[in-house]
């Protein structure tokens, strides 16, 4: 397999070996989410879709164009619920969508992309959305759900290629999975791995990414394709792994003392992480360890945190 700096971090289809791709969408911030191509003799199978219909769109007709161009999707492994993973689904009515018991629950229950077209439609043109997702057209959007599920573990073939299909959520969100080619050495992570950027925690706990993360680490792997950011290998998994136990230390010290989850986040040193993007993650991540450490956890209003964060990019902006 090809040394980590074969790859630059360019928008586009790149060459893992043997018939696998990943399709990477710098800078890789909100929504910028990277998708697997796993060839075989008869049938191809995705590793996620792309945030809205025009992305996926482009996405197929690269492959086509730089695979052969009579590439068919027999299967679309989802990683996880989020939309900027899923939302290309309905490109391919005849493939199976493979997913988790947890993803598929949780995507039913997803904000659907009509609505999200609705909240950029309406608002002001400075609005924090517009700056985040307004690159993305979710107008027109039906939403494809998992037809084939599983719990925990699910083995697959792609020609000669097995596919360990290992559920590690929650974590990121309720049921997060990993694509892993033993034989090829290469591991299409979802949101399990942002690289050079933080993560978020939106369902946690965060020990159970901590997990995660020494999953990965205890397999053989040479390439680590995250959900985010560039093509990487292992040493980005111990970088996340470490960022967690920094932030759950840190924060958990600051919960015993009774500051609140905003004034944790604020007052965290992460300047071991400064060239990381989005920083204002740390927010959400700084509250996931308060939600896990309280005996009464309350869950916070979405609207609310993305508000803080906003708060956060300004302040750090002029700061």
């Given at each position: 397999?090809?040394?980590?700096?074969?790859?630059?971090?360019?928008?586009?289809?790149?060459?893992i070996?043997?018939?696998?791709?990943?399709?990477?969408?710098?800078?890789?911030?909100?929504?910028?989410?990277?998708a697997?191509?796993?060839?075989?003799?008869?049938?191809?199978?995705?590793?996620?879709?792309?945030?809205?219909?025009?992305?996926?769109?482009?996405?197929?007709?690269?492959?086509?164009?730089?695979?052969?161009?009579?590439?068919?999707?027999?299967?679309?492994?989802?990683?996880?619920?989020?939309?900027?993973?899923?939302?290309?689904?309905q490109?391919?009515?005849?493939?199976?969508?493979?997913?988790?018991?947890?993803?598929?629950?949780?995507?039913?229950?997803?904000?659907?992309?009509?609505?999200?077209?609705?909240?950029?439609?309406?608002?002001?043109?400075?609005?924090?959305?517009?700056?985040?997702?307004?690159?993305?057209?979710?107008?027109?959007?039906?939403?494809?759900?998992?037809?084939?599920?599983f719990?925990?573990?699910?083995?697959?073939?792609?020609?000669?290629?097995?596919?360990?299909?290992?559920?590690?959520?929650?974590?990121?969100?309720?049921?997060?999975?990993?694509?892993?080619?033993?034989?090829?050495?290469?591991?299409?992570?979802?949101?399990?791995?942002?690289?050079?950027?933080?993560?978020?925690?939106?369902?946690?706990?965060?020990?159970?990414?901590?997990?995660?993360?020494?999953?990965?680490?205890?397999?053989?792997?040479?390439?680590?394709v995250?959900?985010?950011?560039?093509?990487?290998?292992?040493?980005?998994?111990?970088?996340?792994?470490?960022?967690?136990?920094?932030?759950?230390?840190?924060?958990?010290?600051?919960?015993?003392?009774?500051?609140?989850?905003?004034?944790?986040?604020?007052?965290?040193?992460?300047?071991?992480?400064?060239?990381?993007?989005?920083?204002?993650?740390?927010i959400?991540?700084?509250?996931?360890?308060y939600?896990?450490?309280?005996?009464?956890?309350?869950?916070?209003?979405?609207?609310?945190?993305?508000?803080?964060?906003?708060?956060?990019?300004?302040?750090?902006?002029?700061?």
């Amino acid at each position: 397999m090809p040394g980590i700096k074969k790859w630059q971090y360019t928008k586009g289809l790149h060459e893992i070996g043997n018939g696998i791709y990943a399709y990477l969408q710098p800078d890789g911030g909100w929504g910028w989410s990277n998708a697997g191509l796993i060839t075989g003799d008869d049938s191809n199978t995705l590793v996620d879709t792309l945030y809205d219909l025009q992305l996926t769109h482009e996405m197929y007709k690269t492959m086509q164009q730089q695979v052969t161009s009579h590439l068919s999707i027999g299967n679309i492994i989802n990683t996880h619920s989020d939309g900027d993973h899923t939302n290309g689904n309905q490109l391919f009515p005849e493939a199976t969508i493979i997913a988790s018991k947890s993803t598929a629950e949780e995507m039913r229950h997803a904000v659907p992309p009509q609505v999200m077209a609705d909240m950029l439609k309406k608002a002001p043109p400075q609005a924090p959305i517009r700056k985040r997702l307004g690159a993305f057209d979710f107008n027109g959007i039906s939403q494809r759900f998992p037809t084939e599920t599983f719990d925990r573990e699910k083995n697959i073939v792609v020609g000669e290629k097995q596919v360990r299909l290992l559920e590690v959520g929650p974590a990121h969100t309720l049921g997060d999975t990993l694509a892993y080619l033993p034989k090829e050495k290469v591991i299409f992570t979802g949101d399990i791995v942002f690289a050079e950027a933080h993560p978020v925690v939106w369902a946690g706990p965060i020990s159970n990414w901590i997990t995660a993360c020494n999953t990965i680490l205890a397999l053989d792997i040479d390439v680590v394709v995250p959900g985010h950011g560039p093509i990487t290998d292992l040493s980005a998994v111990e970088k996340l792994k470490n960022y967690f136990l920094y932030i759950f230390d840190e924060a958990s010290k600051r919960y015993q003392a009774g500051m609140s989850a905003l004034d944790a986040a604020y007052e965290i040193n992460y300047d071991m992480f400064a060239s990381w993007k989005n920083s204002e993650r740390m927010i959400p991540n700084v509250m996931a360890v308060y939600r896990d450490l309280s005996t009464t956890p309350e869950p916070e209003n979405v609207h609310t945190i993305f508000a803080w964060m906003d708060q956060w990019e300004q302040r750090h902006q002029e700061g």
